[in-house]
């Protein structure tokens, strides 16, 4: 048997759209009390599921199927925002509530009872940046006034190895939108 492996389900970005983000938002940051997210492991966190055996890890793709009939939808990534000042997003405009009954969805094949689903894309950590910096980092990001929007042709399970330089992401089934 071979050992669990760390899942979690995600709605990956367009290759320009990750460059976008990188060239205008993460330079924006202080990398001195901030772990920044790398560019290859930017994407829209469906859900976390933690670490899985095999068994459980085929199942939960095989769940996931119902996702084939999911039409491909706009999804409008704006808005800065964080949680409780320990992780900073960018949000989600117009198909947020796609993606929030695509949540519900993968919430009813896996038997998942998650309370309240938010849209985002994790862009940086606080490692002890203090409250008063924190917010003006955030202001500067929503200065910036990015928008972007993006096609949702996928929901992807993804494998997240953890290494001391940062997670490393890999698409363990992409299932493509009808």
Known sequence: MNAPIRVFIAVNLPEKTKDRICSELLPLLPKNCLKVVERENLHITMKFLGYLGDNAARGTMEKLEFAKKTKKFRVELK???HFHKRVLWLGVGQGAKELEELGAGIDEALGLNDEKFHSHITLARNKGM??????????????????????????????SVLEPQGPKYSVLKKIEFG
């Open 130 to 159: 203090a409250s008063k910096e924190f917010d003006k980092a955030v202001a500067e990001l929503e200065k910036k006034g990015f928008a972007e929007t993006i096609e949702a042709g996928s929901l992807d399970v993804m494998q």
């Open 79 to 81: 808005g800065i925002g």
